[in-house]
C-alpha cells in the first residue's frame, strides 16, 4: 500500500511550479519526469508521484 504524504493541491501546486519554471506544461512536465526522475529533488518526485496516481484514479474505469 502507498501513503500519500501531501494533498492533491500541495502536490499540483508543486507540478506547476515546476512547469512554470521550466515553461511547459502540466502534462509535459510529467511525461519529462516520467523519462528522468532523478532529475528531480525529494519533494518535487513525491509531488510527481502524488499528481500521477490523482490522475490515475480520475482516469480509471468505474467497477460497479
Do not use: W
Not at 3 to 30: P, R
Request: charge should be negative.
Amino acid at each position: 500500500m502507498q501513503y500519500e504524504t501531501m494533498s492533491q493541491k500541495e502536490a499540483l501546486d508543486i507540478v506547476q511550479a515546476e512547469a512554470s519554471a521550466m515553461g511547459l506544461g502540466i502534462l509535459e512536465t510529467l511525461q519529462l519526469y516520467k523519462q528522468a526522475p532523478h532529475e528531480f529533488g525529494s519533494v518535487e518526485r513525491c509531488a510527481f508521484n502524488t499528481a500521477l496516481r490523482g490522475f490515475q484514479r480520475l482516469l480509471a474505469p468505474v467497477t460497479e
